[in-house]
């Protein structure tokens, strides 16, 4: 089995949009608190996708430009 590659297959069709973001913002990703903890799974994500969607959309990384791109045309498609 190979890798999975951004528009080749039908992949990205059967994943959900939280599924989708946890791929783009990565584990690699270390924030902190206030407090000064390191956040972690649905947290993480949230503010993460908060300050990227601050910036202009072509100051945002490529990979999240994709992600974004990717929610407006599901929210433009009728549902099936």
Known sequence: MGDLV???GHW???????????ATIGPSMRVKDR????????????????S??????????????EFVGVLGRRLQSPAS
């Open 35 to 50: 407090a000064g903890k390191f956040l972690q799974g649905e947290r993480l994500a949230m503010e993460v996708a908060k």
């Open 12 to 22: 990205l069709d059967v994943m959900s949009g939280k599924e989708l973001l946890r």
């Open 52 to 65: 990227l969607l601050r910036l202009p959309l072509g100051e945002q990384p490529r990979d999240f430009q």
């Open 6 to 8: 951004f528009g080749t």
